[in-house]
């Protein structure tokens, strides 16, 4: 019996301890093979990883209609590359999700 995304909280430890900023630069050979997925701020990037792991489809459907989770686009990719940004990831092989720095208020 598959355990629920919810309540995976060995699995959700897992990501949260592997979840680190990287340097866009350091990702970009990701990109070029496809396995980029951009995370919007109003997710939370280790829920939204634990739930691909899980392979929750509702979810995952939800959120890519919506635009909150996306391949990274050759624009998106370009600014980070000429910002040098530096974003959170976190691999769900054969995907790394990648998040922008949260605003703070």
Do not use: C, Y
């Amino acid at each position: 019996m598959q355990t629920k995304p919810e309540k995976d909280l060995e699995l959700r430890n897992k990501v949260n301890r592997e979840t680190a900023r990287l340097p866009w630069s350091e990702l970009v050979k990701h990109f070029a093979q496809g396995n980029v997925v951009w995370v919007a701020n109003s997710l939370d990037l280790v829920d939204v990883a634990v739930r691909i792991a899980h392979d929750d489809k509702a979810n995952i459907s939800q959120w890519m209609n919506s635009g909150l989770i996306a391949r990274v686009s050759d624009a998106q990719a370009q600014a980070w590359l000429d910002a040098n940004t530096q974003l959170w990831a976190s691999v769900v092989s054969p995907f790394i999700l990648v998040q922008e720095q949260k605003a703070l208020n």
